[in-house]
């Protein structure tokens, strides 16, 4: 225990843990940009390389405990990135993907449903007036910022 | 949709009018309008009428368990007619205007041969 102090900085944990942090973290950056956005690929290459530095990280802390520290934290920050891995994973892959089906969603080919709705103006619109002045309608239902 | 604001000058120059619609009452919608930039024009539909008739909505899934939208996106031609849809399955991937403007090009062709 005496030889605490003289052993080497594990960096591979801390330097494996903050990529891991960043995959968590940098989403919202990403979701900018279609590539990133659809699928998180850049997240996912965070976490990747965070994983491999914090297994070797740990490979040190523990093979070699006489030389390099981190038997302690290095469990903890691995325990922590897996879950900001496992947490980033249900939100994207599962919750994200909770859309209800929309079977009766008109169809191409058929006739839009006309309806009438307030402008951000308080102006009525209806989509007959929309559709007759211009080439076409790009009608985009989102969920709203409430 | 900010991409499609920022895509918006190629949209309208092909005579594209981008309409959006959601449970959003007039007055968040040109506040948001407002802070974000938009130019194009957001439609209200907070009683999920239009919503539902377009068996879009989404139980539940609003601010306080309220229902609203699913995220969807339609081109609709000169005469009413659907002519492209995108029906997402995850609510972060969302149509881009590149999409639209393809499908616009691609129904357009037999119409200006």
């Known amino acids: 225990m005496s030889t605490t102090g003289k052993k080497s900085w594990n960096w591979s944990l801390w330097i494996g843990f903050l990529f891991a942090l960043a995959g968590f973290l940098s989403y919202t950056f990403f979701a900018q940009f279609p590539i990133t956005r659809d699928f998180p690929w850049a997240n996912l290459l965070f976490f990747a390389v965070g994983g491999i530095l914090l297994v070797l990280g740990l490979f040190r802390a523990f093979g070699k405990p006489q030389v390099y520290r981190g038997k302690i934290f290095g469990a903890i920050l691995a325990t922590l990135g897996i879950l900001m891995f496992a947490f980033f994973s249900y939100v994207f892959f599962y919750v994200l993907r909770q859309v209800p089906p929309s079977t009766g969603a008109p169809r191409v080919g058929q006739k839009a449903p006309e309806f009438t709705l307030s402008n951000q103006d308080g102006k009525e619109v209806s989509l007959s007036d929309l559709v007759g002045r211009s080439k076409a309608v790009a009608l985009i239902f989102y969920r709203g910022f409430w | ?107 357009e062709q037999p119409a200006s041969r």
Do not use: C
């Open chain 2, 1 to 107: 949709m900010r991409s499609f604001q920022q895509r918006l000058p190629d949209l309208e120059s092909r005579g594209i009018q981008v309409v959006a619609i959601s449970v959003d009452t007039p007055e968040i919608n040109r506040r948001q309008r407002q802070k974000l930039g938009y130019t194009y024009t957001f439609l209200s539909d907070p009683k999920v009428e239009v919503i539902r008739r377009y068996d879009l909505l989404h139980h539940g899934a609003g601010p306080k368990g309220t229902d609203i939208a699913r995220p969807a996106e339609f081109l609709i031609d000169s005469n009413g007619i659907i002519r492209w849809v995108n029906l997402t399955e995850n609510i972060a991937v969302r149509a881009r205007p590149e999409q639209v403007l393809e499908a616009f090009e691609l129904t």
